[in-house]
């Protein structure tokens, strides 16, 4: 193939920028990972190779505690904002162009643009008075915050495939009889299905990594594992938060392998 | 409704009375009365862009009338959703489901028509002998060619046993051998499933081939019903003779009228006899259709009906096309079958007469 004089490869320091970004990108990763098998009891001072702080972790109450309460918190969530995102991407995508759908797509992704500080003092505010009404002070709350911000991420590529898909396919199906309902069932869910499954490991991924809203919205003792690591630095810490850390990468890396042999399969 | 859906024993006659769409400030179809009767093959036929994939669409329930209405076997359907309609379409591009397999597609109909797994087993294996694809069942459609999968969507929409099946441009995507050979196949199916067919087409040989009757459209309206002889050997109009096959359009002078017969006078001065559609008196400026094989080229004689030069003579295999300029000007067309001769005897720029075969001649509505 004939290499253009502007390709951008061929342009100059393209290789430095290349490698500088790479760098930046994942040597802090990498210094995370490998000083989770640090052997010492300090976070930088290095004593030989060990897998003593995973078992540590493992073994810690604590983390059990939050680890499993971030995993109720995402799936709930995940499910939630994927039924949520599900709907909201067939009634934007399913309809003639009218004024307003502009809006509706910002009011939908609003999430990402609203500073998460500023949702979280509001979400402080409404849900104090809420416990106060109600006397309930359950993981309820969390569920909810975490599936409201959860949304938009679900709801891309939802709607990408959605608005990628062939029209006449739904056609057809009321064509043959086909009520609404079963042609979402047996037509549109079907061919949806790849874009579903990645909106909630999306979503499922964003929840299991929040902080900000997490910190203000939870009740005592209902901390999730990112903000138990967070209460870790106020005291001595430990490389049993990079061992932690280390495991959430290795669970999410694992998410997007699965999620792309399974759309590989599809196609 | 859901018994005589499944045990058609006819087709569906389908009315359309006094349609007409609009889409924005866009109108699609103008005041458009049909109708459809049972068991027929019948072409809606016009150049892209006439309303007759709309009008398609109103039969089916994709699209509502903004006026008029639709009838089937004197019902009003117009208000009802495609799934409530006993009508089946085969979409221009197939549109087969693709996470289905062959007998899964073809069986679609008839399981959300909510038919027991046995009934549907039975349809789908009848179905698949229909259309040639024996054996074919457990394929996914994704693995078949264009001609199978034109097959399958036939069998599809044919399957829950329609009182209609509307037919939007199927052909179109298919080389011309395997469209030639679709052509019977589809004649076929109609005559031997009794159902009644509604074909969609811009392919005015398709139309002629397969029809039983046709209409022709344009601009939104109906131009002309008929059998494929009447489109062809009685156009009532320019757009319809133009739009069906070659033709030569010639002015002339009404002399006499007499019963359905009139006799006009060509700017050469021959007298010759022809049909007509509507009234006309004599002394009227008509214009008049005479189809290129039904003129021949001769030596140039006081007889000949029209005289002129040969400006181009084009070899088709079949048969030979002379392009010939009248005295007055214009250009007139005659082919003539070969021979096996190898020469057509005539030249280039020769002087000729042409003669007409008896009554040949169609007067055109203005």
Known sequence: ?267 | MTETRTTAAHGGAIGMHGIKKWFGNFQAVDDVTLDIRSNEFFTLLGPSGCGKTTLLRMIAGFELPTEGQVLLDGVDISSLLPNQRPVNTVFQNYALFPHLTVAENIGFGLKMLGKPRSEIDSVVNDMLKLVHLEGRGGNPVTQLSGGQQQRVALARALAPRPKVLLLDEPLSALDLKLRKSMQMELKRLQTETGITFVFVTHDQEEALTMSDRIAVMSTGTVRQVGSPWDIYDRPAERFVADFIGETNFLEAEVVAVSGDRARVRLSSGAEIPATFPADVTPGGKVTVVIRPEHAQVGAPSPASVLRGIIREIVYLGTDTHFHIRLEDGTTFTVRQQNARSGSCGFSKDEAVGINLSDDVAQILRD
């Open chain 1, 1 to 267: 193939m004939f290499k253009s004089h502007f390709d951008i490869r061929s342009q100059p320091g393209f290789g430095f920028i290349t490698l500088f970004t790479f760098f930046a990108l994942y040597l802090p990763i990498a210094a995370l990972v490998i000083y989770s098998f640090n052997g010492a009891e300090s976070l930088s001072r290095w004593d030989g190779f060990s897998a003593r702080w995973f078992v540590a972790a493992w073994q810690n109450a604590a983390v059990q505690d939050a680890a499993i309460r971030s995993l109720i918190i995402a799936i709930w969530a995940a499910f939630l904002a994927t039924i949520a995102a599900t709907m909201a991407a067939l009634a934007t995508t399913r309809t003639t162009p009218y004024r307003g759908l502009t809006f509706k797509y910002a009011l939908i992704n609003q999430p990402l643009m609203v500073p998460e500080i500023v949702t979280a003092v509001a979400l402080l505010i409404v849900f104090s008075r809420i416990k106060v009404w109600t006397g309930y002070s359950g993981l309820g709350y969390l569920v909810v915050a975490h599936t409201a911000f959860c949304i938009p991420f679900a709801y891309l590529p939802i709607r990408a495939r959605l608005e990628s898909m062939d029209l006449t396919l739904e056609r057809a199906a009321a064509d043959l009889y086909a009520t609404r309902w079963q042609t979402f069932r047996h037509v549109t869910l079907p061919l949806l299905r790849p874009a579903v499954i990645a909106g909630f490991m999306l979503a499922f991924v964003i929840s299991l990594d929040d902080v900000v809203i997490t910190e203000f919205v939870k009740s005592g003792g209902q901390d999730t594992l990112p903000t138990y690591m967070l209460g870790q630095l106020r005291r001595e810490t430990t490389p049993e938060i990079n061992a932690i850390a280390t495991v959430f990468l290795a669970l999410s890396t694992a998410l997007v392998v699965v999620f792309f042999f399974i759309n590989r399969k599809k196609q």
